[in-house]
């Protein structure tokens, strides 16, 4: 007796047909760490760390210093001015310099600004990650995207250590969009040549308010 091959079709057709009306779907076994055995201290400084290792610079203050920072900030990389959404603390800027509103600015606008100061709603220390819902003292997601410069300010407390930590927070921020920002914006072409600015900003400076 001459036994006939199955063509694809009708292989990828059995397939489906065997596994209609089988076993129900079963619990996935979460064996991760969803905790940090780190103390707050470690979990702050691993925060910091992942982003210098990601060339961004990290700056620490009080809640009350913030504004002092950013005036420092804008001094040494010779800026006037950043742009912001309408939500930012009015605490969080120095007399002496020039904060534009996002008021509906134009992409180019955008790109020709010196760049963005915004706040942040979640933060991870372990993979160096910013979290951003696009609240009003973050603005629109083209806000933090297209200006060439992010100075981003995280406070401790939305700072958690590991990812799953990172995921159960940011759950309480959906249905908003997430943009998460893992250092400054960066790719590797053909050549392996890194190249940075390609998808958001080349530069992000981070403020830790303890």
């Not at 470690?42 to 203050?61: G, K, M, P, S, W």
């Not at 992409?107 to 963005?116: I, K, P």
């Not at 400054?184 to 053909?190: F, L, M, Q």
Request: hydrophobic residues 45%; aromatic residues 4%.
């Amino acid at each position: 007796m001459v036994v006939q091959a199955m063509t694809a079709r009708e292989e990828v057709l059995a397939r489906i047909r065997k596994n209609q009306g089988g076993p129900a779907d079963q619990s996935i076994p979460r064996e991760y760490a969803d905790s940090s055995l780190l103390s707050r201290a470690e979990v702050v400084e691993q925060f910091a760390d992942r982003l210098r290792d990601y060339n961004a610079t990290v700056h620490h203050c009080a809640a009350s210093a913030i504004a002092d920072v950013v005036s420092s900030v804008l001094h040494e990389r010779k800026k006037s001015g950043l742009l912001i959404p309408a939500g930012l603390p009015a605490a969080w800027l120095p007399a002496g310099c020039t904060f534009r509103l996002d008021d509906g600015l134009s992409y180019a606008e955008l790109d020709a600004s010196e760049g963005v100061l915004t706040a942040c709603d979640v933060a991870i220390a372990l993979t160096g990650t910013i979290v951003i819902a696009h609240s009003p003292a973050q603005g629109r997601r083209a806000l933090s995207l297209v200006p060439d410069y992010h100075l981003c300010v995280v406070h401790l407390d939305q700072l958690v250590a590991t990812v799953p930590e990172g995921m159960r927070r940011m759950a309480n921020l959906l249905p908003a969009p997430l943009t998460t920002i893992s250092g400054p914006s960066a790719t590797s072409d053909i050549e392996m040549i890194r190249i940075k600015g390609v998808h958001g900003p080349r530069t992000l400076e981070v403020i830790l308010v303890e």
